[in-house]
């Protein structure tokens, strides 16, 4: 692909981005809930799509079409689970929400120090999140990088992609708080699937129409349309990496913290619908995707290298691939800057913030903008040293992140939950989360993410139920959740 | 929670554990377009209709 190309792309993409992140920047940012929830006043369609920037990342478009052009249709079935598992909200959403605003919480981790009445809950909490968020975004970021440099045959170095990358999602997050991510994230979104919809059109099309498209891949590749299948996604893998991903939407808390910022619960109702709708879109458009490389390159010997291969296949204009590029590197920048803020708010509300005595907003609000370049370099410093404790940790995120689940359904659905239940369920399921990934043990053929929700729901039960709950929080705090729901689905 | 919430949680649960069984037991030999690429895609509409029916009187006007 001719790199003046790619170079105009990306100047054009910084450009307009920026424009849209200084636009979105009313007014002073001046405590942690303007700056990092947008004062609880995010519109119903920029929640529904910056959700959905932030949760689908590069891997859909590069990971999930590999992940279907090594396994088949299974690919499609687990995004699909994890997409159903977003049901959790509807459930969980406005209770986050009315928790928020009644005791003024800005981070997921926050609410359970609160609930279970231990400043330890929420700095255990934090920490796992950053352990291994960080690495996640560092993978994101080496993705572009291998984008780029894979795109235009090295004439822009993969250093060079992880930098622009880098630079981005600072600017992205640090502009205006979550305010410039949510409208990049807005922007990016539409680009994104607008632009992945014109190539699967266009590679449907090329390679026969639905019928034809669906012809070959029976007659030729069969296998790819049944689980099974190749064997690739046998029972036990399929339920391993589909099982940490149904709860996708509580355990990260670049996702869940978003359930504290639509203004009403009817835009809250609109960010879960919308995004819904967008996730069975851009799931089926990244499956589609899979099966082309299916057909057009049955024997790959590197799947990572299926979508570079089919933006630049003859069946893809130059000037779209191009385009779509630009898309997926938009995917990963618009996933890591929301981790980034996320991860600032955790770490100055719940670490910094719980290890001072009286923590006033303002110098929280300071070292949250200061963490942010913080983190963001840390990121960079791990893609470029490519080190396989990294991408052990962002592969474990999902599986690591699932241990405060039990917790998380203590805190709305269970009065004998105890801050010591959830310090040794996080605690102890996180180090054998970490055990079983770095030496790659699957007990009894099952995998770490399983291993992960069956050892913290029975630890955080076990422990729970030998330990004291703070019975008057729960009380207040669950009767609290009711008064409030009840009141608001009146309205 | 409400008992009306209970009903919908039994629902979707239910439809999620036909996700992982359906097309492991009567799809795993049907390698057509209208096998488990079907099912998967109306089922998940299928839940995307059941959490419009659970919230959709959420600060109804």
């Known amino acids: 692909m001719n790199s003046s190309y790619v170079w105009w792309a990306v100047a054009i993409y910084i450009i307009v981005s920026l424009i849209i992140a200084f636009l979105s920047r009313p007014g002073k940012q001046n405590n942690m809930v303007s700056y990092f929830l947008g004062d609880r006043k995010l519109g119903g369609i920029v929640s529904a799509l910056s959700y959905s920037a932030t949760t689908y990342s590069a891997f859909m478009l590069v990971g999930l079409a590999g992940l279907t052009y090594s396994g088949g249709v299974g690919a499609l079935g687990f995004e699909l689970i994890y997409l159903m598992g977003v049901s959790l909200i509807a459930f969980f959403g406005p209770r986050f929400w009315v928790v928020g605003k009644k005791y003024g919480y800005v981070t997921p981790s926050e609410m359970l120090g609160d609930r279970y009445q231990d400043k330890r809950v929420a700095i255990i909490v934090a920490i796992t999140s950053c352990l291994f968020l960080i690495p996640y975004s560092a993978v994101q970021l080496t993705g572009v990088g291998y984008l780029l440099s894979g795109l235009t045959n090295n004439e822009i170095t993969f250093s060079t992609g992880v930098l622009i990358a880098t630079i981005m999602a600072i600017l992205f997050s640090y502009i205006a708080g979550i305010r410039s991510v949510a409208w990049t994230d807005s922007l990016q979104a539409v680009f994104m699937i607008i632009t992945s919809i014109i190539v699967v059109l266009v590679l449907i099309n090329g390679l026969g129409g639905f019928n034809g498209f669906f012809q070959t891949l029976e007659t030729e590749h069969p296998a790819s349309l049944a689980v099974p299948g190749n064997g690739f996604f046998n029972i036990f893998t399929f339920i391993g990496m589909t099982l940490p991903w149904m709860f996708f939407s509580l355990s990260n808390p670049q996702v869940s913290q978003r359930l504290f910022m639509p203004s009403s619960l009817k835009n809250l109702k609109i960010m879960i619908l919308g995004f819904m709708v967008f996730g069975l879109v851009y799931t089926l458009v990244a499956i589609f995707w899979g099966f082309s490389a299916t057909i057009m390159f049955p024997n790959l010997d590197n799947v990572d290298m299926a979508t570079p291969l089919i933006l630049s296949s003859d069946l893809v204009p130059p000037i779209l691939g191009v385009i779509v590029m630009v898309g997926i590197m938009a995917a990963a920048i618009s996933t890591i800057d929301s981790i980034l803020l996320t991860l600032a708010s955790v770490f100055a509300k719940d670490v910094y913030g719980n290890l001072r005595e009286r923590p006033s907003d303002r110098m929280q609000l300071q070292i949250g903008k200061f963490v942010i370049p913080v983190i963001a370099i840390i990121a960079y410093l791990f893609a470029e040293m490519e080190l396989s404790i990294i991408v052990l940790l962002s592969v474990a995120s999902s599986a690591g992140l699932i241990i405060a689940v039990p917790a998380i359904f203590g805190t709305f659905f269970w009065k004998r939950g105890t801050a010591a239940g959830v310090l040794a369920s996080v605690g102890i399921t996180g180090g054998i989360v970490i055990l079983l990934e770095a030496f790659q043990w699957k007990p009894l053929g099952l995998a770490s993410g399983v291993w992960g929700i069956l050892l913290s729901t029975l630890i955080f039960i076990g422990v729970s139920l030998a330990t004291k709950a703070p019975e008057e929080k729960a009380e207040e705090f669950l009767t609290t959740v009711k008064i409030a729901l009840q009141k608001e689905r009146k309205k | ?61």
Do not use: H
Request: hydrophobic share 50%; net charge positive; proline share 2%.
């Open chain 2, 1 to 61: 929670m409400k008992r009306n919430e209970k009903v919908y949680a039994v629902i979707i649960t239910s439809l999620i554990l036909s996700a992982f069984v359906v097309p492991y037991t009567l799809l795993t030999n049907v390698e057509r377009w209208y096998g488990s690429f079907l099912f998967w895609t109306v089922l998940t509409v299928i839940v995307i209709g059941i959490n419009y029916l659970l919230i959709k009187e959420w600060g109804g006007e």
